[in-house]
């Protein structure tokens, strides 16, 4: 398991919790940095379309964070949303129901039985996360009561915000601001995402935390190239970038492909149950690289064709 994993994996709850938590707020905005030179774009993030007699689906993948003066929303784009009825995001992105997400994080995620973070860790470790939190401007205690998948979750992200990455201009969000009344559904629920890694042994939440520590320094590195190749409209050279460290096939198959295959069932029941059009904008990684939803969509049958 590597760091840029949950990047790859597109897991958008998650994610989104721990860049939008209080903890993570709190801690960004002790530094600030010059971000990386990036395409101003719009350049063409990639968009799909299936349909059949009488629907439509346009599948568009979405980066979180994002910096906030990124141009990327273009005529297409509005275009596609615009003629949707329904807007279709991995979880639901109201109010109501962030709010319902960062409660469930913050019970799930927290330790209530008196452990600490640092008391599963050896001294190497222990070594090298206190040096991180420093680096960070953050005390050694600042994460003691989460569990190492939260505290693994928040770390990936804290040093984008601190750079300015911003969740607020992530791309999901742009998409529910402007999709105005029009009607929002769901692919999962936030029970869901979180008991992804919840669920993960001790052991494994520990290696997972201690990966993000030790990928800090490059994370920002990774994901202005992510970025890059998104605005530019390279699924296959994004999907290089995102997935190069995801070697762990468990992991791959219970954050990406296990995921991609229940959400092109989904399109499928969609395309045979109710007609309409269609706006679905899920993490990037999940329609890049070998079985993507695209693949599996064409396991069924289903032929998805690229309008931008």
């Given at each position: ?44 993030p990639a968009m799909w379309k299936v ?258």
């Amino acid at each position: 398991m590597k760091l840029s994993s949950p990047f790859a994996a597109g897991v958008a709850g998650l994610a989104l919790f721990a860049s939008s938590s209080a903890l993570a707020q709190d801690q960004a905005e002790t530094t600030t940095a010059v971000l990386t030179e990036l395409p101003v774009g719009p350049e063409g993030p990639a968009m799909w379309k299936v349909s059949d007699e009488d629907t439509t689906i346009y599948l568009f993948g979405t980066v979180h964070v994002l910096p906030k003066d990124l141009e990327w929303y273009d005529a297409e784009i509005d275009a596609a949303l615009s003629a949707s009825d329904t807007v279709v995001t991995e979880i639901k992105m109201d109010p109501a129901s962030e709010a319902a997400m960062t409660q469930l994080a913050q019970s799930r995620g927290v330790f209530t039985d008196g452990t600490t973070l640092r008391s599963l860790l050896d001294e190497d470790q222990t070594a090298t996360y206190e040096t991180a939190l420093a680096g960070l401007g953050a005390p050694p205690q600042a994460f003691d009561p989460l569990k190492p998948w939260l505290a693994g979750l928040t770390l990936s992200i804290l040093p984008l915000m601190q750079q300015g990455y911003d969740p607020n201009a992530g791309v999901d969000k742009v998409i529910i601001s402007r999709a105005g009344e029009r009607t929002q559904d769901a692919l999962e629920t936030a029970e869901f995402q979180i008991g992804i890694f919840d669920g993960l042994p001790q052991e494994a939440q520990v290696a997972f935390m201690m990966e993000a520590v030790e990928g800090m320094p490059k994370v920002k590195e990774t994901i202005d190239s992510m970025v890059a190749e998104w605005v530019e409209g390279d699924p296959d050279g994004l999907a290089a970038v995102m997935n190069a460290d995801l070697t762990d096939e468990a992991l791959a198959e219970a954050l990406l492909y296990s995921r991609n295959a229940t959400w092109a069932e989904w399109i499928e029941n969609r395309l045979d149950s109710t007609p309409g059009t269609v706006f679905i904008a899920v993490g990037a990684g999940h329609l890049a690289g070998e079985k993507s939803v695209q693949d599996y969509l064409e396991e069924r049958d289903i032929v998805s064709e690229r309008v931008q």
